[in-house]
């Protein structure tokens, strides 16, 4: 890839980055073209092509869950860190341009992963956020689900005691 790696790192971590990346994009590929197959299919082996469609969407989320384990693995690990550029802390005594461009030059040679770090850390980032999301709109709603029901059966007690 043209990057040495450095006597005492374990791992080039722009190989291991890039092979995220890949891995993401081709499971995007292959839903897009079973969610196409299985689409089309439906029309002539409907509850065959329903089956297989919903076997597919499980090792979909399946892959999905363990891509995501792994990006976070691979990025919050030490390594992963280093790579990032998480440890380089800037001199107090260095101006922003002067520290611009050693960033620049650390990225040519020796190798760091600022943008990639970056992304997989956004995109995990974001991906948290949205699951937590959904499981507090989940919460409210099962909440409020519970107290509804709750008031109803209440109402219900109350009138029934009524006509008594």
Not at 68 to 85: C, D, E, P
Not at 146 to 160: H, I, L, R
Request: one cysteine or more; proline letters at 2%.
């Amino acid at each position: 890839m043209g990057i040495d790696v450095p006597e005492g790192y374990p791992v080039e971590m722009h190989k291991i980055f890039r092979a995220w990346f890949i891995w993401g994009f081709w499971s995007k590929v292959y839903l897009i073209v079973t969610t196409i197959l299985f689409t089309s299919l439906n029309k002539w082996i409907g509850s065959v092509s329903s089956v297989l469609g919903g076997i597919s969407c499980g090792l979909y989320m399946t892959n999905g869950l363990v891509w995501l384990i792994f990006g976070a693995i691979w990025r919050y690990s030490v390594a992963g860190k280093t790579a990032a550029g998480d440890f380089l802390e800037r001199p107090e005594s260095m101006s922003a341009e002067d520290w611009e461009s050693s960033l620049d030059g650390a990225r040519k040679s020796a190798g760091y992963q600022f943008s990639s770090g970056s992304f997989i850390h956004l995109y995990l980032v974001l991906f948290a956020s949205f699951i937590l999301i959904i499981f507090m709109i989940a919460a409210v709603v099962g909440f409020a689900t519970c107290a509804t029901d709750q008031m109803a059966k209440n109402q219900k007690k109350e009138e029934e005691e009524v006509e008594q």
